[in-house]
């Protein structure tokens, strides 16, 4: 008989990896650790003082379902089981506000997450948790519809101004606009109270977990989880790429907010309304007298002044939840961290309208990035940046896209903050180009100098059957192995893939599985 996938690989390690875990069940002592089953040449396998780049890896959107059971559970659990033996740290999983308290406010179900987490643990796994307090669907790689809570949308329903507005009326579903954070909107608590309470029930839940399986809470604080307005919606085809986006303050709550800002600036006349001709959403730059290099109102005394009214209101809204969300998991042993868009089309421009309409205050002449960093630093949190992967010359140079320029100012804004800095790629690549890029990038020799500082984890987008493809997968395997050696490590990636294809012939058949597993 053949041996199973564990008994192969502790042919390899020395130690076995058990293949499957009965309900209850404790991981075993001898479950093989990532450095056990790849032992490197320069340390013999000795586990000396953490260097290199954790990678942890996306779940599938979806992988807990609408009836909250882990969805195609036995895909789920030989895919975590081949994360594992490939030497991931851990995984994300979207905890869906929709999903939990769906029906009715603080009736909180946890049903498939609670079975997903022990799963992790079982497989001795990391999570990261994302607090996901946006809708799933509308947005680029959205494969399933999750809106947000049904008593959440029965309000808005009641109050369309508690959606994120444009100035030609159109609403945004996405998430709660920030504009009514701290008002009573939502079945008598607001929006931050809510996210608080949410948060609070997550941690009185799993508690056990906290520090040890489970060791991060990405706080969601917009679409798409990230800190930006929903100036670029996919959804019916509102934006297409490299569009700039649309201005998000035509709410009543948001004008408010922009009235009291203008009187206070003795200016109440700017305190009626947002731009008014800065562009549709799909318009460029030049194509608008508000974001046009010369003589463009971005850069005049209105546009300094709506910007930052625009950009720092977001900040706000960013310190309110983080604040939160420091509270309730004070002494846990978890970190918080906060995620950022990777917004690089129109970066070679001189006002960057596309990061503008999103409440990134980056120009040619500001750092919009900085002040960012130097909020989350203050909670102690992590900043979490996109488009890792990108280059250049990937992207069209038309739209002057400059994602590597993007992220070397992120780079430089959060070295001055003091805050660590993570990633993740805005788009699923299984290429050694990317790979590459990754690994240039997590390294943080962005300006020339040589320093002991990486990127403290990078999150991987996303485990679907593609990655378990032979070739993604061999290609996946070397690409974590060198994350976990980090900076210094003097072999090249081509040299871990060939030390990867015995390890991946191995696993094929389990990794196979939960390919054939994972496919709709």
Known sequence: MAMNLGHQIGTLSGQQIPTEFAAGDQPSSTTASPSAVWKSPADGGR???KKGVSVFVM??????????????????????????????????????????EREAPGAYNWGGYTELLDMAKKHGLKVQAV?????????????????????????????????????????????????CDSLLVLKGRSPVQCYADFMRAFKDNFKHLLGDTIVEIQV?????????????????????????????????????????????????????????????????????PFFKKDGGGWNSQYGEFFLSWYSQILIEHSERILSSASSVFEATGVKISVKVAGIHWHYGSRSHAAELTAGYYNTRFRDGYLPVAQMVARYGAVFNFTCIEM??????????????????????ATKEAQVPLAGENALPRYDESAHEQIL?????????????????????????????????????????????????????LEQVEREAEHFVNVTEPFVQEAALALMP
């Open 47 to 49: 586990k000396d003082e």
């Open 59 to 100: 779940m599938p959107l979806d992988s807990v379902t609408n009836g909250n059971t882990v969805n195609r559970k036995k895909a789920m659990n030989a895919s975590l089981h081949a994360l594992k033996s490939a030497g991931v740290e851990g995984i994300m999983i979207d905890v869906w506000w929709g999903l939990v």
């Open 131 to 179: 607090m996901s307090f946006h809708q799933c669907g509308g947005n680029v790689g959205d494969s399933c519809t999750i809106p947000l809570p049904k008593w959440v949308r029965e309000e808005m329903e009641k109050d369309s101004d508690l959606a994120y507005t444009d100035q030609w009326g159109r609403r945004n579903y996405e998430y709660v606009s920030l504009g």
């Open 220 to 288: 969601g604080m917009g679409p798409a989880g990230e800190l930006r307005y929903p100036s670029y919606p996919e959804e019916n085809g509102i934006w297409k790429f490299p569009g700039i986006g649309a201005f998000q303050c035509y709410d009543k709550y948001m004008l408010s907010s922009l009235k009291a800002a203008a009187e206070a600036a003795g200016k109440p006349e700017w305190g009626s309304t947002g731009p008014t001709d800065a562009g549709h959403y799909n318009s460029w730059p030049e194509d608008t």
């Open 391 to 412: 280059r250049d010359h990937e992207q069209p140079q038309d739209a002057l896209c400059a994602p590597e320029n993007l992220v070397r100012q992120v780079v430089l």
């Open 440 to 492: 240039k990038a997590s390294s943080l020799n962005i300006d020339g100098s040589s320093n002991d500082r990486e990127m403290c984890a990078f999150t991987y987008l996303r485990m679907n059957p593609s990655l378990f493809q032979p070739d993604n997968w061999r290609r996946f395997v070397a690409f974590v192995k060198k994350m976990n050696e980090g900076k210094d490590s003097r072999r090249c």
